[in-house]
T-cell receptor
Framework: EAGVVQSPRYKIIEKKQPVAFWCNPISGHNTLYWYLQNLGQGPELLIRYENEEAVDDSQLPKDRFSAERLKGVDSTLKIQPAELGDSAVYLC?????????????FGDGTRLSIL | QKEVEQNSGPLSVPEGAIASLNCTYSDRGSQSFFWYRQYSGKSPELIMSIYSNGDKEDGRFTAQLNKASQYVSLLIRDSQPSDSATYLCAVTTTGNQFYFGTGTSLTVIP
């Protein structure tokens, strides 16, 4: 079984530039999560999708962050414009269904550095 | 008050000892509890899940859940240097929201 695939692994951009991250979940997994993880902290949920629907985006800074999951499979997370404080690791995870009793499988993450 | 709280450590134990990691949560109605391990520079990987009060054992790992005290723990027996990592506690709340703790850093000293 192929795991969760994320790209790119690393991204360095200047502040105020746009950036996008891509995630391909495990085949058959309906639920997809985007997390932000700062050094020394646990992952913080940005958005959760059930199929194509964003069912929890309460922690997504909607003024600069956006996400989409077309056709309920792959997902893209975008930041525009990026700020210095956005430097972090962005993790994508998937599970067969919602978080109630389904463990999540994580991708390798995208490490974003803002100059 | 954070949804999930952990002692950030660092926790150091000698090789072969028992490592005890603790976690508390604020939503009394939470039903699902998970322990993830995260090596430096890597993504989290699931170690254990537990849903009922009591103990659940898997090899050298034992998860313990006490819903009355809103407390979940992870014991690692016969600790090995390869167990050195950050251990993340995660909880699904009654609102079907999912929260991670900040993690406890464990170092097993050879």
């Amino acid at each position: 079984e192929a795991g969760v695939v994320q790209s790119p692994r690393y991204k360095i951009i200047e502040k105020k530039q746009p950036v996008a991250f891509w995630c391909n979940p495990i085949s058959g997994h309906n639920t997809l999560y985007w997390y932000l993880q700062n050094l020394g902290q646990g992952p913080e949920l940005l958005i959760r999708y059930e199929n194509e629907e964003a069912v929890d985006d309460s922690q997504l800074p909607k003024d600069r962050f956006s996400a989409e999951r077309l056709k309920g499979v792959d997902s893209t997370l975008k930041i525009q414009p990026a700020e210095l404080g956005d430097s972090a690791v962005y993790l994508c995870a998937s599970s067969p269904s919602g978080p109630s009793n389904q463990p999540q499988h994580f991708g390798d993450g995208t490490r974003l550095s803002i100059l | 008050q954070k949804e999930v709280e952990q002692n950030s450590g660092p926790l150091s134990v000698p090789e072969g000892a028992i490592a005890s990691l603790n976690c508390t949560y604020s939503d009394r109605g939470s039903q699902s509890f998970f322990w993830y391990r995260q090596y430096s520079g890597k993504s989290p990987e699931l170690i254990m899940s537990i849903y009922s009060n009591g103990d659940k054992e898997d090899g050298r790992f034992t998860a313990q859940l006490n819903k009355a005290s809103q407390y979940v723990s992870l014991l690692i027996r016969d600790s090995q240097p390869s167990d050195s990592a950050t251990y993340l506690c995660a909880v699904t709340t009654t609102g079907n929201q999912f929260y991670f703790g900040t993690g406890t850093s464990l170092t097993v000293i050879p």
